[in-house]
């Protein structure tokens, strides 16, 4: 399964940008798929979860300004991002995991597919 990241960008602090995961085997609600992003010289961190269910979860630091979805005639995953902030900046990933639906205690460590990264920078 190899997934691609695009949409990043350089944004103001305020803006929004739309990330997009492209899934090139398998359907994208047969995963549970998820946004990290890595700041410079911290650890990669969850974001938000779309689980195989229909599920989403964000973490506290991003509820209400980001929106997870998924579409399935596209086949991606997104990421809309709003009310952007300097500390929202860093490389995301979008992940995968087939199998069993993720709920609340997903880690990086759950998932066995991942992509380059697409760098978001708020400045």
């Known amino acids: 399964v190899q997934l691609v990241e695009s949409g990043g960008g350089l944004v103001q602090p305020g803006g929004s940008l739309r990330l997009s995961c492209s899934v090139s085997?398998?359907?994208?609600?047969?995963?549970?798929m998820s946004w990290f992003r890595q700041a410079p010289g911290q650890e990669r961190e969850r974001i938000a979860l779309y689980n195989s269910a229909g599920a989403t979860i964000y973490v506290d630091s991003v509820k209400g300004r980001f929106t997870i979805s998924r579409d399935t005639t596209k086949n991606t995953l997104n990421l809309l991002m709003g009310n952007l902030k300097p500390e929202d900046t860093g490389m995301y990933y979008c992940?995968?995991?087939?199998?069993?639906?993720?709920?609340?205690?997903?880690?990086?460590?759950?998932?066995?597919?991942w992509g380059q990264g697409t760098q978001v920078t708020v400045s």
């Open positions: 992940a995968a995991s087939p199998g069993r639906a993720l709920w609340g205690g997903w880690s990086a460590a759950d998932f066995p597919y």
């Open positions: 085997a398998g359907d994208v609600s047969s995963y549970s």
